[in-house]
């Protein structure tokens, strides 16, 4: 079993949509949730981070975290075109390793 | 401007002709790894390091080397390379550890015939 699981998609929706991202982690020992943005042909950056449950919100960008069932989510809302790039979800449970999603490629048109 | 500098950008090379691969971070992180990106396996972590002569294997070690003797210095090093080596790479730098912010370079594409 893979320690992070990720649709891969690809997600199409119109402008102005609410965007759902979602993963699922099989270690219940991961304390730290990110989520990084990457653009075609660009390195990942660091989009949201979560530690812990709970959710967290910066602007348009909610992240979710949910231990009990080993669930992380990201929300965009009023999602535009310059949305459009590959999400990656990542965990970690200390200082040494990251795990990555295989990432959600969104494309957001017009 | 803080950065995480790769090179080269793109290399094409022959089976079994060594090859390294720089990268470098001027932000003073202690953390660097080193990750593949391959179409439906997503990033991989091949290597860290979490300090100066402190390495160890991350998911998908065999066919690497890396070396720390520098902080801002983190190559990567195929020693005999192979297709299925061929891949886009990614270094990357954070402050402390995997639980804080990494910093990505540009990326390498790699090209092994």
């Known amino acids: 079993q893979k320690e992070v699981e990720q649709d891969p998609g690809p997600l199409s929706v119109p402008e102005g949509a609410i965007v759902s991202l979602n993963c699922t982690y099989s270690n219940s020992a991961f304390q730290y949730f990110m989520w990084y943005r990457q653009y075609s042909r660009k390195g990942p950056e660091l989009l949201m981070y979560?530690?812990?449950?709970g959710n967290k919100e910066d602007g348009r960008f909610t992240a979710q975290v949910d231990k009990s069932s080993k669930y992380i989510s990201l929300f965009i809302r009023d999602s535009q075109p310059s949305d459009s790039a590959t999400y990656l979800c990542s965990v970690t449970g200390g200082g040494n390793k990251l795990t990555f999603g295989t990432g959600t490629q969104l494309k957001v048109e017009l | 401007e803080a950065q995480v500098t790769q090179n080269p950008r793109y290399l094409i090379t022959v089976t079994g002709k060594k090859l390294t691969v720089t990268c470098s971070q001027n932000m003073n992180h202690e953390y660097m790894s080193w990750y593949r990106q391959d179409p439906g396996l997503g990033l991989r972590q091949i290597y860290y390091s979490m300090n100066v002569e402190v390495t160890d294997k991350g998911d998908v070690p065999e066919g690497y080397k890396v070396s720390r003797k520098e902080k801002r210095n983190f190559p990567l090093i195929l020693e005999s390379p192979s297709p299925n080596q061929t891949s886009l790479y990614f270094c990357?730098?954070?402050?402390?550890?995997?639980?804080?912010?990494?910093?990505f370079g540009q990326g390498t594409r790699l090209t092994v015939v």
């Open positions: 990357a730098s954070s402050l402390s550890g995997a639980n804080t912010e990494a910093f």
């Open positions: 979560t530690y812990s449950s």
